[in-house]
Nanobody, 123 residues
Framework: QVQLVESGGGLVQAGGSLRLSCAASGRSVSSYVMGWFRQAPGKEREFVAVISWNGGDTRYVESVKGRFTISRDNAKNTVYLQMNSLKPDDTAVYYC????????????????WGRGTQVTVSS
């Protein structure tokens, strides 16, 4: 089993930055695809970003391209989401995911989810 714990969320003004972290425990996730999803109030959960096992491939939802960067440190069993130029529309609970696959597949099917961290962007 893999446990994922997110941190780094909070309240920030529009235009500001936050860095989310996701620490994995239970087993190494160094060979897994790791990702971030988010869910805003009253909306469905949506994909944000994903990274392959070695960081060589990353994908983003169009709305965050150029502003968010996903990265990972396999030695620390941790994945990050650097969020810059934040907008009120980025307000959501952000979830870390782990998928038992080395490379990003056409359809993401996470096997593990964290409990989420709240990000609130004020205008």
């Amino acid at each position: 089993q893999v446990q994922l714990v997110e941190s780094g969320g909070g309240l920030v003004q529009a235009g500001g930055s936050l860095r989310l972290s996701c620490a994995a425990s239970g087993r190494s996730v160094s060979s897994y695809v790791m990702g971030w999803f988010r869910q805003a109030p009253g909306k469905e959960r949506e994909f944000v970003a994903v990274i392959s096992w070695n960081g060589g491939d990353t994908r983003y939802v169009e709305s965050v391209k150029g502003r968010f960067t996903i990265s990972r440190d396999n030695a620390k069993n941790t994945v990050y989401l650097q969020m810059n130029s934040l907008k009120p529309d980025d307000t959501a609970v952000y979830y870390c995911t782990a998928e038992i696959a080395m490379n990003i597949r056409p359809t993401l099917r996470p096997d593990y989810w964290g409990r989420g961290t709240q990000v609130t962007v004020s205008s």
